[in-house]
């Protein structure tokens, strides 16, 4: 018999992660549908990446544009009304750490749907940060929790969570694996004019590092100062593009010649430049998981990580919001004295696979 398995995506990093739930349906005898929120919704943040990965969402529930409060809010009452209308699924499944995420999980639980998390168990322990707390709502409610790394099951088993747990590995690296002759295609560094130079892949996006003016001074000092190892190149978040207009510190960058400055880029493009970069910053969950995947240096500017096998395994540092410190890892990585890395286990292109046999099993 066909089981339904719904998958709630949201922002960028969800769509990135159910990439192959769809193209692997039939295989399994899963019918799979896949409900937008609307959380990320302008070209640059989602059409891009449905258009890449032709990924077409069944249901939008368009709640873009609302507060976090709204937003979570009227996902759970639109999904409620749409269940109403085309029935419940066998399974629903939530990745990642998202308002959507919470919302979903929220809904499946009063609605008395098995609730997957995808990507479940990570753990920053800071509980300044929302996705904290989106984490841990769906990892209590969830029924059956699909771990993507060791420290993901020692902390489902430390908080005493009672679901159904799997280690399965990274969707995220699935997507990679599977389009990597799109990535290896895309024309990005003769576009950008670097071909056979050094650059560094800078993105900044999270609250603590880009909404105090204090923090994005720092932020436009740093990226000054590593133009002096190479070129530098930002896709702004639009978080981030906005707050440095706020602030007024955006000509500035601009007018730097050795600065690349651009909206947030396509998948196949963003990939091509972690690929051939000598080194990446940034404070992004899944590019810390993508340069380990590419053995590529990575320093994330941040006080912790909820993803610790890309330091313990991969290729990830955690560094201080300082420039000198930030300098000092690089001159590491131009001497060749960085760490190379493994690539975590089941981090495989697989997982996807791995997943629906754990459904099957139900
Ligand atoms: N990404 C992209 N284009 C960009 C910047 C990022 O395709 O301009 C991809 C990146 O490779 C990763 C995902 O977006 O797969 C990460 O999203 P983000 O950093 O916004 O979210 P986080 O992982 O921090 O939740």
């Known amino acids: 018999m066909t089981k339904k398995l719904y998958i709630l995506i949201g922002t960028r990093p969800n769509f990135i992660k159910v990439t192959r739930f769809k193209e692997l349906s039939s295989k399994y005898n899963f019918d799979v549908k896949i409900i937008h929120t609307g959380q990320h919704f302008d070209d640059n943040m989602a059409n891009v990446f449905f258009d890449q990965f032709d990924l077409r969402p069944d249901y939008f529930l368009n709640v873009g544009g609302l507060s976090p409060n709204s937003q979570v809010g009227q996902i759970i009452l639109k999904l409620e009304e749409l269940f109403e209308e085309i029935g419940k699924p066998d399974f629903f499944m939530v990745p990642g750490d998202v308002n959507s995420t919470l919302a979903g999980a929220v809904a499946a639980n009063k609605l008395n749907i098995t609730l997957i998390h995808l990507e479940s ?6 509980k300044k940060m929302p996705e904290e707390h989106n984490r841990i709502v769906a990892d209590n409610l969830a029924n059956i929790c699909m771990v993507t790394e060791p420290s993901g099951l020692e902390n489902i088993k430390d ?14 690296i699935d997507t990679l694996v599977k389009f990597e002759s799109k990535i290896e295609e895309s024309p990005i560094l ?25 923090q994005l001074k720092k932020l436009t000092s740093l990226l000054m100062a590593l133009t002096r190892k190479g070129k530098v190149v930002i ?4 978080r981030t593009r906005k707050m440095l207009m706020e602030f007024d510190m955006l000509s500035e960058l601009e007018e730097n010649t050795d600065v690349i400055l651009s909206n947030p880029i396509g998948y196949f493009e963003f990939q091509k430049l972690i690929k051939y970069s000598q080194v990446v910053i940034t404070d992004s969950g899944g590019i810390q998981e993508e340069t380990t995947y590419r053995k590529v240096p990575c320093l994330t500017v941040r006080e912790n990580t909820e993803r610790p096998v890309t330091i313990t395994q ?3 540092s955690l560094v201080k919001f300082e420039e000198s410190e930030i300098l000092r890892f690089v001159e590491k990585v131009e001497l060749g004295n960085y760490k190379s890395g493994e690539v975590p286990k089941f981090w495989d292109g697989q997982t996807t696979e791995r997943i629906y046999e754990v459904l099957c099993e139900q």
Do not use: W
């Not at 168990?121 to 800071?126: A, E, M, Q, T, Y």
């Open 121 to 126: 168990g990570l753990r920053s322990f800071d």
């Open 159 to 172: 908080e005493n969570i009672q679901a159904k747990t799997y280690h399965v590995g990274n969707t995220m």
């Open 190 to 214: 003769e576009e950008l004019a670097l071909i056979d130079k050094k650059y560094l892949l800078c993105t900044f996006h999270r609250p603590s590092n880009v909404d105090a003016e204090s």
């Open 235 to 238: 896709p702004l978040h639009p």
């Open 314 to 316: 991969g290729t990830n």
